[in-house]
């Protein structure tokens, strides 16, 4: 029994109390609400910044580099692709009377 010093055992267990605080308060932390809460947000403002960009470029309306220095070429003067706009209308529109169907037949 290499291991019965008493003193080298108060050590080992001040050193785990420790190391078992520093884990449960980081555990709190990650799990607080107000972390929680502020992860959440930071994730929504990143998809909502990049669904305003997407639906923006499918409109044709996100500002374009200029083509040189020129500040009042910043516009391209491409022709609005609706493609992807009008397909996810008509699937949300689908999907609405595929839902209002199923519910009339359920009753």
Do not use: C
């Not at 799990?31 to 639906?55: C, I, L, N, Q, W």
Request: proline residues 7%; glycine residues 8%; neutral net charge.
């Amino acid at each position: 029994m290499a291991d019965t010093d008493p003193d080298e055992l108060e050590r080992r267990i001040a050193r785990t109390r420790a190391e078992l605080a520093q884990t449960v308060d980081a555990i709190a932390d990650r799990v607080s609400p107000k972390r929680v809460k502020e992860r959440t947000v930071a994730d929504m403002k990143a998809r909502a910044g990049y669904f305003v960009a997407s639906v923006g470029d499918a409109l044709g309306v996100t500002r374009r580099p200029a083509l040189g220095d020129d500040p009042e070429r910043s516009w391209d003067d491409e022709p609005p692709e609706l493609g992807p706009v009008l397909i996810g209308v008509g699937a949300v529109l689908v999907l609405g009377a595929a839902v209002m169907l199923w519910k009339r037949r359920r009753r």
